[in-house]
């Protein structure tokens, strides 16, 4: 084999790796909870105004073999409307860390998508495959802001699995966002969860053991074979 020929082997065996690494990330905008918008008669019942303050989310399992990384976080807006209060929405980790947060404006948002208004992080945040993380929004006393409470089953995105409705208690203690610690059973009366918040993510799949070492041997046979011609 001439010295060329190895060398347009080697480069070919390059492309070929940086191909399939960048197929492995996709770029695509996921967003966690897939179910269509319409009017909240369609999500009955809905809270529409509390007496009190509370957080309210849902707790939710990363899938095997993919990590997400969350470029936005969202807060429930039927219809684009505009928001009475501006709603704090943080993301946690199992260990009840804080990993991002926003607050959606009141208003009319700008930057809408199927029945969620949404707000871009400094920083996206990297959430590992089988990893258990929750989502949790604020809502101040008497808002008036819709959730989603029960009705339809919310559809989510198949990345990730939702575990359990979760909230804080709505007293006068509650006066900002918290970190969610009550579990609602996923079969009782709030089993689709408080929607509320959401997030928005792409995704990176994890190649499998297999694939990384052939190809670095690949690279490896190669890069021997080129060094050997070379001292030929």
Known sequence: MTLPTVKSMFSA????VVLVFSVLAHATENQAILTANGPSYTFSPTITSFGNGGTVGWAFQVAAGVNLSIDHLGLYDNGDVALSSSHPVELWDSNYNLLAQVTIPSGV????????TYQALGT???????????VGAYYPSGCGDEILVT?????????????????TSFDSTQT??????????P???YKEGWFGPTLEFTTT?????????????SLVVLMVGSQRKQRE
Do not use: D, H
């Open 109 to 116: 948002g700008a930057n809408y998508l199927s029945g969620y």
């Open 176 to 185: 900002s966002i918290a970190f969610p610690s009550i579990a609602n059973s």
């Open 13 to 16: 065996t390059v492309c070929a």
């Open 187 to 189: 079969t009782g009366t």
């Open 205 to 217: 799949v994890i190649p499998e053991p297999s694939t990384n070492a052939l190809l670095t041997l």
């Open 124 to 134: 996206p945040v990297t959430l590992n495959a089988g990893a258990t993380y929750y």
């Open 151 to 167: 009705g339809t089953t919310q559809q989510f995105n198949t990345n990730l699995t939702f575990l359990n409705p979760q909230q």
